[in-house]
């Protein structure tokens, strides 16, 4: 992926990356939450975000990029970008920009605590577009079941740093719930299909790259 295409609007991805070098991206603890907090501030306002999992050196989410009608005029974009007169002030690589600029903020704070320098993350990161309503329920599932497959839990929902929590929960939340939810047929069903561990790899190795799973 020397030369991915930029996000296009109005279009559903798994976004993946891993820290560079296998590098750990998260170091502690409070890592996280700053992680989610800088992700609600650059992506939220061009994507809706389904699943995620944050991972100690890699990371997977679920999202839609907003249709450029959805963005427009949105105050937590820069503001170089507000008081456009028509749609065409949009450029196409704004969602791509805006992850790139995510992960920047990311880096130059994790570099400027542990005293650290040079790339946190591999470039450029991962997108994988996702075509199909099994796609997005498979993806989903797998997201969830990360942390389990990697050993960090014996039981994925035992890991902090996924949105399976959220998405069963009543809380607000910055996840598309509703949506989530719909496609796997409502709460109850999107539990009971957890419940199975059985996951097609053949099926998602269309939308996973191997050496970020």
């Known amino acids: 992926m020397s030369n991915p295409e930029p996000l296009l609007y109005g279009t559903y991805y798994h976004i993946f990356n891993r820290g560079n070098n296998g590098e750990n991206i998260f170091v502690e603890k409070r890592n996280y939450p700053y992680f989610l907090e800088l992700y609600t501030k650059y992506i939220t306002p061009i994507a809706d975000t389904y699943a995620y999992s944050l991972l100690r050196n890699h990371f997977h989410y679920g999202v839609r990029i907003k249709e450029k009608e959805e963005i427009f005029g949105d105050p937590r974009l820069p503001k170089n970008l507000t008081g456009l007169r028509d749609l065409s002030g949009l450029p196409e690589n704004l969602p791509s920009q805006q992850f790139s600029n995510f992960f920047n903020a990311y880096a130059k704070s994790i570099n400027k605590a542990y005293h650290r320098s040079g790339a946190l993350f591999e470039r450029p990161f991962g997108r994988k577009m ?35 929590e959220a998405l069963c929960s009543t809380a607000p939340t910055k996840l598309n719930r509703k949506e989530t939810l719909w496609y796997f047929g409502g709460l109850e069903a999107f539990k009971k299909e957890h419940e199975s561990e059985v996951i097609d790899n053949d099926f998602v190795q269309k939308f996973v790259d191997e050496d970020v799973d």
């Open 130 to 164: 996702i075509t199909g309503e099994a796609h997005f329920v498979h993806l989903i599932k797998y997201i969830h079941f990360n942390p389990q497959k990697h050993g960090f839990v014996d039981d994925f929902r035992e890991w902090k740093h996924s949105s399976y």
